[in-house]
């Protein structure tokens, strides 16, 4: 059973960095095919992918978003950890991890965490 | 620039079908056949219902399913019931620099 829970601050100020990890079991980040997203949601708005990363390491970023984000992987913890920079209020978002598979591209979800951003 | 389009809403009354679309604003959905749906209830994370346009996740009800036919993909979901009363997501990859998409959502009412 593939398990995904995401966690850091809640709130954090203008301008400051995010980071956030997500912490999963039963899937391995180094079998081939296999990846970790980060996907997000305003209150009350659509999902927002963000970041991915592969078992090879490969990672690909949301153009939109892609100055300001870093994604990495600790295999050996089995957790993925995202960064976000000059956070703004807009950035003010419930964040998501899952697990993804380019077959059926995000098939497994965490909880999700809501950050807040304000001053 | 790439996009999903989805309706904003869609209604229905138990026992009856209906069908959220999902439109590409390029020919990215219809290049790939790796479109994702998701349901989502309120406060809670969104869940695979279909994925590869047409495939359901052991454990969805055989009362979801899904289609595309050029840059529109489509889920139906037939004999409604109150339970299917949440938000829907589509997704695909895309060829442009966007890599991945979601659609707007689809809020389904059951009457």
């Known amino acids: 059973q593939i398990t995904l829970k995401e966690s850091g601050p809640t709130l954090v100020k203008p301008t400051q960095t995010l980071t956030l990890t997500c912490t999963f079991s039963?899937?391995?980040?180094?079998?081939?095919?296999?990846?970790v997203g980060w996907i997000r949601q305003p209150p009350g708005k659509a999902l927002e992918w963000l970041a991915l990363?592969?078992?090879?390491?490969?990672?690909r970023y949301s153009p939109s978003l892609e100055s300001r984000l870093t994604i990495t992987k600790d295999t050996s913890k089995n957790q993925v950890v995202l960064t976000v920079t000059n956070m703004d209020p807009v950035d003010t978002a419930t964040y998501y991890c899952s697990h993804h598979l380019i077959d059926r591209i995000f098939d497994s979800w965490g909880q999700g965490t809501l950050v807040t951003v304000s001053s | 620039q790439s996009a999903l389009t989805q309706p904003a809403s869609v209604s229905g009354s138990p026992g009856q079908s209906i069908t959220i679309s999902c439109t590409a604003t390029s020919s990215d959905v219809g290049n790939y056949n790796y479109v994702s749906w998701y349901q989502q209830y309120p406060g809670k994370a969104p869940q695979l219902m279909i994925f590869?346009?047409?495939n359901r996740p052991s454990g969805v009800s055989n009362r979801f399913s899904g289609s595309k036919s050029g840059n529109t993909a489509s889920l139906t979901i037939s004999g409604l019931q109150a339970e299917d009363e949440a938000d829907y997501y589509c997704s695909s990859y895309t060829s442009s620099s966007s890599l991945l998409l979601f659609g707007g959502g689809t809020k389904l009412t059951v009457l």
């Open positions: 039963g899937f391995s980040l180094t079998t081939s095919g296999v990846g």
């Open positions: 590869e346009v047409s």
């Open positions: 990363i592969y078992w090879d390491d490969d990672k």
